[in-house]
């Protein structure tokens, strides 16, 4: 069965810091995509970052990177020089297109930049 | 990336009434739209999958007479909430996606925020 795990409900770091959020992921097809997505306090799904998993090369968008270990079915964001507006839910997600295609979400993890 | 809208960004109503939301493809032709219920600190949940011209396909658990979903156009999908109550206030997210888009063309509104009293 297709699941995606976020184990870090909450996270801290200190701003202009970079921040790791971890992701891991499960699934039998051989094709799919992982994003990464940013919910703030609006509720509006922001799209960040997507790695292919035929892609060899780990996804990169600004401050954004897509640490993508297929072996281990990791795909964790880094978030370099973390700002204050980064404060907010960070979700993962899965797409696959095996019998239609579906996107499921981890649970998430809240980030919070301090000063 | 395309845009997709959704009305109204909130609604009040009483227990036992029907809100209807809509969800559009501003920029280009949906031929899939998703609906996600999001609970308060809690993650997006698929509810249906919505094909242009034919019946939804509800996920487990998800009833389909009580959430009705309508995808007339390949611009418009519309979920309707019947005879709704105090258990059904979530947010309410749809997305968008063309049949031949790749995994990463898949765009969503900005939600509807659903409070029934």
């Known amino acids: 069965a297709q699941k995606i795990t976020q184990t870090q409900p909450g996270m801290f770091v200190q701003e202009k810091e970079a921040v790791t959020l971890d992701c891991t992921y499960d699934?039998?097809?051989?094709?799919?995509?992982l994003f990464w997505y940013k919910q703030p306090s609006s509720g509006e799904m922001i799209f960040l970052i997507y790695?292919?998993?035929?892609?060899?090369q780990n996804a990169t968008e600004g401050r954004y990177s897509l640490n993508f270990q297929k072996a281990r079915k990791s795909a964790n964001l880094v978030i370099s020089a973390s700002q204050l507006g980064d404060s907010a839910m960070y979700f993962c997600?899965?797409?696959?297109?095996?019998?239609?295609?579906?996107?499921?979400f981890g649970a998430g993890t809240r980030l919070f930049v301090k000063a | 990336g395309a845009v997709v809208s959704q009305h109204p960004s909130w609604v009040i109503c009483k227990s036992g009434t029907s809100v209807k939301i809509e969800c559009r493809s501003l920029?280009?032709?949906?031929?899939?739209m998703f609906w996600y219920r999001q609970f308060p600190k809690q993650s997006l949940m698929l509810m249906a999958t919505?094909?242009?011209?034919?019946?939804?396909?509800?996920e487990q658990g998800v009833e389909k007479d009580k959430f009705l979903i309508n995808h007339a156009s390949l611009t418009l999908s519309t979920l309707t909430v019947t005879s709704a109550h105090p258990e059904d206030s979530s947010f309410y997210i749809c997305?968008?996606?063309?049949?031949?888009?790749?995994?990463?063309?898949?765009?969503f509104g900005p939600g509807t925020r659903l409070t029934v009293l």
């Open positions: 997600a899965m797409s696959w297109n095996t019998g239609g295609f579906k996107t499921i």
């Open positions: 919505s094909n242009e011209g034919s019946k939804a396909t509800y």
């Open positions: 997305s968008a996606r063309e049949v031949t888009s790749g995994h990463n063309e898949q765009f």
């Open positions: 790695q292919g998993s035929y892609d060899e």
């Open positions: 920029d280009f032709q949906a031929t899939t």
């Open positions: 699934t039998s097809d051989q094709s799919y995509g």
